[in-house]
DNA sequence: AATGAATGAGCCTTCATTCAT
DNA sequence: AATGAATGAAGGCTCATTCAT
């Protein structure tokens, strides 16, 4: 039986959270220490370790927030009934707002987490998967329906998508703001009908 | 008169940067200390400070000459005389060889450098920009010769690429090998005709 | 609830900046390292800067310290009803006092602090000026009961009482001992009446 | 039989000498390094250990070479017939000129030569020692003639002229300048006849 | 004689983590 | 449950001094 309230514990893990993914973001991971964490939260250094095992244990805990957080609207936008070009453009336009909204969070993934030795298994990697995947069954569903070339490399897409977007994405978050509805029409565009030049002039 | 060689200078600068690059590719930038690197390269601690200025300076030259040796093949290509398709194929199929057998280099460029606060502006921002200019040039000739169409935007088209082998050569780097020949070839294709299935079935 | 009682807290302070004080009195400043100071006190290296904020900080702190608990003595001295040559008496004759007592601390002060650019408009410099102030004020009341010239130059007066004690007590803090008493008398004899021999033999 | 000629020896010599003062002055000992010295004197590290044991020695020669420039002067002043007023007044004069005019040295010797522990008995110590004897031979002829009052303690007044200069001279070494001719009048005038008022009013 | 490459000890400071209170 | 004092290892960097060339 808890001495204190499962509310309280659920708000100082938050708030412990909280602190984490604002530090982390501002500071980067090693440069953030326990001791400004807890000082954010308004905790002592030693409770922080009730609630996270350690400190890359806080970091795994602010991605999978981040993570199970924007994957809501993504698997919203898959579930819905519209073409092919439509839910490909819904998704491309929300993962780039992810990225823009949360670079923070996309950065310290990138630079921190993903060429990590212990990603490989992990939980985070398994929901780096999961919204992948949401790209990938969008991508089946328009071969399913004719609507996409039955040849293409699914996984191949996949890259190309989050592969461009994190490029492009990476200037934003250093400076002047991106265009989010350009690029995303932009990609669609390119993705649909490729870079040649055509006689009949179609795209 | 110089008291030792200038070979045996160069030797020692040559194993201690190749030992910093060894450790930095495994360990990381923040992992690995002067001293495992100085260990490795059979010198003093001390010594690294005469070669490098410290060990960012390290870090730099490591990418640097991962840079200039890879970019001598790269321009070498874009020199070429070719048919568009050929020259882009060459190029994306030698920057994929150079992520698989470099992995290392661009892991570290990405994961601890192009995040620093001081990239903007740095060296190696430089020979990055020069780098990816190569394909640029490229797509521009073939605007030029009207085989790509004219109103594409060229840095998507760039981010589309790199991103793509970014994101695909990822999961290489920790295991299971790329079949290079297959995904350049795919991504060409990809980037030709785009997605969408056709009528007439050109692609 | 702290986490250790307050007198533990003070004790590990004091113990702390007592090794300090000894080992800066004894090798100086940078002959001094926060490791041997922790060793002294019996504290681990990392809970010195729980103390105080760095090096630096410890030696004002040492300095400080000496300083606070002197002037306690010299201002009961300048505070008591008394002739002038009495009260002259009394403060010279404590200043000596304490540089013999403390002649570590003198030194540091002399040699360590004294001379750092970041003397000017620091802590100890305003202590310092605390201190010698005393010995003005006494002067400057000497002036106004006419018993002193009112043509001296105060400050002239008290560069040359300190001067002189600093001076002269520097060879007893290496070896031999200096009689303080004799000292004063001495010097409060010479400030009196000066050097010259007069007809009239009044001196 | 040497290699190379006594002349080149001895501008050697000189040019690391003259790079020591000119480094010490301006960033203390322990903020000159030996490569500091050797770069400003144009010769290698190395060179510098033939003609000087050690950094050490270096500061030595530095303020021996210092302390026989200034002699020459006050030994002259010391030599020349004049009244007892005018000698004492000559050498004041002229030892306050030589702490303006080389601070620098000064401080040195203040700071970081006479605390040391290797102090008492060294060559600089020697030199110090005849340089204030050169005062405490004034006051002896002075009390010799009958113009000083033979009861005065000499060492005494050693003391007190040159720790009073010390003190004075500290201000004026780190900002405004300090008239000189008025500090040595002053300083004259209050050792002559004291503090004291004096009815018949004779000072 | 002269060089300057090489050494390696040393130092201040930070910080994740533990545990007595 | 909560605190925060305490630990101690680690790390980048400097520099006096030596000695092979």
Redesign the pocket.
């Known amino acids: 039986m ?3 309230s499962a509310k ?2 659920q708000d ?1 893990h938050d708030s412990i959270l909280g602190a984490a993914r604002e530090a982390f973001a501002q500071r980067g991971f ?9 000082r954010a939260a ?9 609630y996270f ?6 970091l795994n805990a602010v991605l999978t927030e981040f993570y199970e957080r924007t994957m809501v609207d993504l698997e919203a936008i898959a579930a819905r009934e519209a073409p092919f070009e439509v839910r490909l453009h819904g998704i491309i336009h929300r993962h780039i707002e992810a990225f823009v909204l949360e670079a923070d969070a996309c950065r310290l993934f990138i630079s921190e987490v993903r060429t990590a030795a212990d990603y490989q298994g992990s939980a985070v990697q398994q929901l780096n998967r999961r919204y992948t995947s949401i790209l990938v069954r969008i991508i089946e569903s328009g071969i399913a329906k004719g609507v996409v070339r039955s040849d293409i490399d699914i996984r191949l897409v996949r890259d190309v998508i989050f592969g461009a977007i994190e490029h492009r994405t990476w200037a934003a978050v250093n400076g002047r703001p991106l265009d989010i509805d350009a690029t995303a029409a932009g990609l669609v565009q390119l993705l649909r009908f490729g870079l040649m030049a055509r006689p009949e002039g179609e795209a």
């Open positions: 808890p001495v204190i309280r514990m100082r090693e440069g953030t220490s326990i001791a400004d964490i807890a308004g905790v002592s250094d030693g409770l922080v370790y009730r095992q350690n400190k890359r244990d806080l």
